[in-house]
């Protein structure tokens, strides 16, 4: 499930999943920043352009990529992981890229069915009124096929 939030020029994406795999199976494949790659659609052209090592994530841990959105143009992004719980959660906060403010929480929880997957992302788009029609008109559908592909990758990979 997939739902968008608007309050006060701030968006809210809340994607939720249930998997029937182990919590720590799941953390281990998400809390290693190389397979973020491997969830992101093709044609978003999604580089991690920083040293990958150590292959385990930690708070502090700075990561760059290269992602192209929309045909035509690549942006540079900076994202630092502000917090790790390990097993559990953790937080990623754009430093530098396409949004004005981007805070990323994924959470793990445990149900009796196996897991239940929680991202929930708060962005900000640039440039007031011209940014909020670029998010209704491009960013917010984009975000959701996004979330929809890793939805549909990790589901392959993990059940349901």
């Known amino acids: 499930m997939i739902r968008f939030y608007k309050h006060s020029g701030v968006y809210t994406l809340v994607a939720e999943q ?8 799941l953390w281990n494949f998400l809390s290693k920043p190389g397979n973020l790659s491997d969830i ?11 040293p990958l090592e150590p292959r385990k994530m930690y708070a502090g841990q700075v990561i760059t990529y290269k992602v192209s959105p929309f045909k035509g143009f690549q942006s540079n992004w900076v994202t630092e992981i502000t917090q790790v719980q390990e ?74």
Do not use: C
């Not at 249930?18 to 199976?25: E, I, L, P």
């Not at 997957?117 to 940014?131: A, H, L, S």
């Open 40 to 50: 992101t659609p093709a044609r978003m052209g999604f580089k991690v352009t920083s």
């Open 87 to 160: 097993g559990w959660y953790f937080v990623d906060e754009q430093r530098f890229g396409p949004y004005r403010f981007w805070h990323h929480k994924h959470f793990l929880e445990e149900t009796d069915k196996g897991v239940k997957m929680t991202d929930e992302v708060t962005y900000k788009m640039p440039m007031g009124f011209i940014g909020s029609l670029v998010n209704y008109l491009m960013v917010k559908p984009r975000l959701r096929k996004i979330f929809e592909y890793r939805q549909e990758i990790l589901r392959k990979q993990f059940g349901n």
């Open 18 to 25: 249930s998997f029937s795999a182990t919590r720590q199976h």
